[in-house]
């Protein structure tokens, strides 16, 4: 079975620029996480969808953050405009049936360059 | 709020060598989870806990969640240089989906 799959795996940039990313999840799950990880911060929540809604964005960070989930299968996170403070590893996470809502499963991640 | 305490930091160990790490915390979670993270990559589940008490094993790891449900740690046995890597503790509250992370214990063996 595939996992998490994200995309870009890499991505550079210039500040202002926007930046979108990309996540599907693992199918039949049916919640999905957005993280940041860097290494003053560790992993850090941003957004939460359980059935494609949104539950909890308390973590993200301003309003040039945004994420949307148009149906199970896909997910994005933008950043609009870009600074060079979001420079990070972005993570999507699923979780769902057969194995419990508290198991996470982990995409490979986005590093994200802002010049 | 929440927080975890992850020990040791990093570790340095030989080939062969077992390895112990552990997570206390001042909150009761209802749920253990360990993570390993190798460069360049997402976290990987290793180990998920549910029960306070309960010893779950994945090979040549072993970990527990422990009796008061405010800690739980990670062992391996017989290390190998793929064992190379960053392991993360989660654990989860009751009726709350959010993973409260530890800050990881890098391992690293020595040639």
């Known amino acids: 079975d595939a996992g998490v799959i994200q995309s870009p795996r890499h991505e550079v940039t210039e500040m202002g620029q926007e930046v979108t990313l990309r996540c599907k999840p693992i199918s039949g799950h049916n919640s999905l996480f957005w993280y940041r990880q860097t290494m003053m911060r560790g992993l850090e929540l941003l957004i939460y969808?359980?059935?494609?809604?949104?539950?909890?964005d308390s973590g993200m960070p301003e309003d040039r953050f945004s994420a949307k989930m148009p149906n199970a299968s896909f997910s994005t996170l933008k950043i609009q405009p870009s600074e060079p403070r979001d420079s990070a590893v972005y993570f999507c996470?699923?979780?769902?049936?057969?194995?419990?809502?508290?198991?996470?499963?982990f995409g490979p991640g986005t590093r994200l360059t802002v010049l | 709020g929440q927080q975890l305490n992850q020990s040791p930091q990093s570790m340095f160990i030989q080939e062969g060598e077992d390895v112990s790490m552990n997570c206390t915390s001042s909150s009761i979670f209802n749920t253990w989870l360990w993570y390993k993270q190798e460069p360049g990559e997402g976290p990987v589940l290793l180990i998920a806990?549910?029960?306070a008490g309960e010893l779950t094993s994945n090979g040549r790891l072993t970990a527990q969640f422990g009796i008061t449900r405010k800690d739980s740690f990670l062992n391996i046995s017989a290390s190998i240089p793929s064992d190379v890597g960053i392991y993360f503790c989660?654990?989860?509250?009751?009726?709350?989906?959010?993973?409260?992370w530890g800050a990881g214990t890098k391992l690293i063996i020595k040639p």
């Open positions: 989660a654990g989860v509250s009751n009726s709350n989906y959010q993973l409260i």
């Open positions: 996470a699923s979780s769902g049936p057969p194995v419990g809502y508290n198991e996470q499963f």
């Open positions: 806990l549910y029960k």
């Open positions: 969808f359980n059935n494609n809604v949104p539950i909890d």
